[in-house]
Structures are given as structure tokens and as C-alpha cells.
């Protein structure tokens, strides 16, 4: 099945220079979309709009969706993928790592959808992706209590727009993804052997399923949070 509703339509990618965002963006583009790519860092994917935005200042946020809305158009697709992850033992994790976790992966998730639904509301048409992971459902199986907080966080976050944006045309789903291979997340090799599929997750693997979700076919799928671990977690 060849995936519609992307030819034309313009999709941001949060988190893009790298890992997940980064494939995201390419396939994204590889199916007919506009794509802008956001990070921290100044981002550069061939074919794409970079632009450089801190998550978690709201002027910055502000200032890189109005870029994207007047150099490409109104945004009809919405992938949030920037995050950190930080494993910290429970009674070491300081304040400012928690606020710094939070403010990242959830604060920050909030700021730019807050920033791009009016527009897709207006437009009368939206989708919007946002990884959550399965630290979220779980806690976590390593000493990762801000990040697991803030996960959890962000995919009740996706329930939340979805339920408010459902009669305008929007849809908002999150992932909880676990034991991909990325740069962000090392040293998960030697739990191969737990993964009943029997090999690591890819970034490709992420992408597919939020192009699918970004697509035309999924527009009756809204407020759910999807697996993707290769049956690691079955819950």
C-alpha cells in the first residue's frame, strides 16, 4: 500500500537532526512532503527547511513556527520527537536534571503543539505523532525516573489534544517505543536475547509506523498510544 495524503502538505519534525527525527523527516519527504526539521542544534537534512528552535523557550518556539508557516506554509502534520534521556539514580537525580527532563520532553512537547494547532484548526485538518516510550507505561528498566515521568507525561498529553482537536479534523496519537538503536540510547545490545523478533528496533522501524499515522489511511485512529518493541513489552 502506497501511503497518501502527504504530496504538498507540510510537516514539522521536532528532534530532526538525528536518530528517529532524522529518518522521520526523510521518509516524510520521500512521500511528497514539505518538510521542516527542528533542533536544538542547527539541522541539516538535504531536501528539508532546518531550523534551529529550543523546545523549551516559548519566544524561540514561536518564532520557529512562524518561519516554518510563512516559508512553507500552514503546517498539516506535527512530529514530535525531540527529547533527552538521562539514566540518574532516583536519590541523585537533582532538580535541575528532573526540570531539565521535563522541560525537554514534555514542557517543550506541549510550547510547540500550543504554537502549530491553531493553525491546523483553522485549516480544518491536522496529524500530530508524539513519542512517548515505554518507559512511560513502565517506569523503566534502568534508574530513569525523570524520563519516565516525562514520557508518561507527553502521551497523556497526546490523549488530552486529541480529545479537544478530534471535531476539528485533528488526530493525535503517541508511540511507546522501546530498544531502538540510536544514538541517544547505547549500551542495549546485550538484550537482544529478551526481544521475541530477535533483533533491535531501527529508526526506519519508528518511521513507517508515524508515517502511516500521519497519513490519510489513519484518520479514524486518534488518542491511542502504539507499541513498537518487537514484543519486548506486551501488555
Known amino acids: 500500500m502506497e501511503l497518501d495524503g502527504f504530496d ?6 521536532t528532534g530532526g537532526a538525528g536518530g528517529i527525527g532524522r529518518r522521520t523527516a526523510e521518509t516524510l519527504l520521500g512521500l511528497g512532503a514539505r518538510v521542516a526539521v527542528v533542533d536544538v542544534r542547527e ?44 539514566i540518574e539514580p532516583f536519590e541523585q537525580t537533582s532538580l535541575e536534571s528532573w526540570n531539565l527532563s521535563i522541560g525537554v520532553n514534555l514542557t517543550g512537547a506541549f510550547l510547540v503543539a500550543q504554537a502549530v494547532l491553531p493553525l ?10 508524539t513519542l512517548g ?7 523503566g528498566t534502568k534508574s530513569a525516573a525523570a524520563y519516565g515521568a516525562s514520557k508518561a507525561g507527553v502521551m ?26 540510536t544514538d541517544m540510547v547505547g549500551g542495549i545490545a546485550d538484550l537482544v536475547g529478551r526481544i521475541p523478533v530477535g533483533r533491535l528496533g531501527q529508526p526506519r522501524d519508528v518511521a513507517d509506523l508515524i508515517a502511516f499515522l500521519c497519513s490519510e489511511h489513519s484518520g479514524f485512529i486518534t488518542g491511542a498510544v502504539v507499541d513498537i518493541n518487537g514484543g519486548f513489552l506486551i501488555h
Not at 48 to 71: F, I, N, W, Y
Not at 167 to 180: K, M, V
Open 120 to 129: 491546523m484548526r483553522e485549516a480544518g485538518y491536522g496529524r500530530v505523532v
Open 8 to 13: 504538498g502538505r507540510v510537516a514539522i519534525v
Open 156 to 181: 497523556a498529553l497526546a490523549k488530552a489534544i486529541a480529545t479537544e482537536y478530534a471535531p476539528f479534523g485533528i488526530t493525535s496519537n503517541a508511540l511507546a517505543p522501546s530498544l531502538i538503536e
Open 133 to 139: 516510550s515505554s518507559a512511560g507505561i513502565t517506569g
Open 43 to 86: 539541522p541539516d537534512v538535504p531536501g528539508c527547511l532546518g531550523v534551529q528552535m529550543d523546545v523549551t523557550d516559548p519566544g524561540s518556539v514561536r518564532a520557529g513556527v512562524e518561519r516554518v508557516h510563512t516559508e512553507l506554509g500552514v503546517p498539516a502534520v506535527l512530529v514530535q520527537a525531540a527529547g533527552i534521556f538521562r
